[in-house]
């Protein structure tokens, strides 16, 4: 299926302004109701698909989205504030050594444009 373009802009813009964590229901609300929650989901699954906002599972079970800027730094990562939300991009070699560890020792290939780790940030602690 084919999403209409003004649309899919349209969700996308708003997406993008998000400062913090999201769920579909806010962009739902954000559209005045004048987009259906069907088309919300498939475009935000293929986003989340395509790498372009991550996913996660609250506390409360609720699922919540937050846009991905991109970056052309090769050796970066994301920290993701538990109590506000906020996604914090951080570029530092150190997370080849991580992702080295995990690969030698785990046999797991980590996808590097996508790591989050989750904390709490200095202005909520």
């Known amino acids: 299926m084919t999403y209409n373009t003004k649309q899919k802009d349209i969700i996308l813009d708003i997406i993008k302004k998000q ?5 579909i229901k806010d962009i739902y609300s954000k559209l005045n109701n004048n987009v259906g929650l069907t088309t919300i989901y498939r475009l935000v699954d293929k986003l989340v698909l ?6 996660t599972i609250g506390t ?19 920290l993701k504030c538990d109590k506000c939300g906020k ?11 991580l ?5 030698t020792k ?8 996508h790591i989050i780790i989750s904390g709490i940030c200095k202005s909520c602690e």
Do not use: M, P, R, W
Not at 19 to 23: A, G, V, Y
Not at 60 to 78: G, P, R, S, V
Not at 99 to 103: A, D, V
């Open 19 to 23: 400062k913090s964590e999201f769920t």
């Open 50 to 55: 395509e790498g372009i906002i991550s996913k």
């Open 60 to 78: 409360d079970n609720i699922t919540y989205y937050q846009y991905l800027e991109k970056c052309a730094k090769e050796n970066h990562f994301y």
């Open 87 to 97: 996604l914090i991009h951080v570029d530092c070699k150190c997370i080849n050594d």
């Open 99 to 103: 992702t080295n560890h995990i690969l």
């Open 106 to 113: 785990h046999n797991f290939k980590s996808n590097k444009e």
